[in-house]
């Protein structure tokens, strides 16, 4: 199944309502993920631009826009980045293929 990192930045309120009420979301973040027919593989907290993330396995693109779509619906969720994740074997071929492609670019200063 196709990797994706699902990062995540909660609004101040569910914060404060995460402050007031602590509890591990992992539980009820794999249910969502397996009602979709993925799999949890991680969920982590971080620093930064976003305030966690999300390995998922996802049987494919709809599903796993289907999981981003569910889990901001509820307004909790101020925004989500999905990212497909690739295999080094998968860039490999990639790689491969793109030394037997050609492609002109523009002509800059002309």
Known sequence: MPLYMCQFTYTSDAWATL????SNRTEIVHGLVEQ???RLLGLYYC?????GLML???????AMAAIAAA?????H?????????????TIVEALDCARRLSFTG????R
């Not at 980045?81 to 295999?87: I, R």
């Not at 523009?106 to 200063?109: A, I, L, S, Y």
């Open 19 to 22: 402050v007031a009420h602590p």
């Open 36 to 38: 979709a027919g993925g």
């Open 47 to 51: 620093f930064g631009d976003y305030d």
């Open 56 to 62: 998922i396995e996802a049987p494919d693109e709809q």
């Open 71 to 75: 889990a901001i619906a509820p307004g």
């Open 77 to 89: 969720v101020r925004r989500i980045k999905t990212t497909p994740l690739l295999e080094p074997e």
């Open 106 to 109: 523009p002509d800059v200063g």
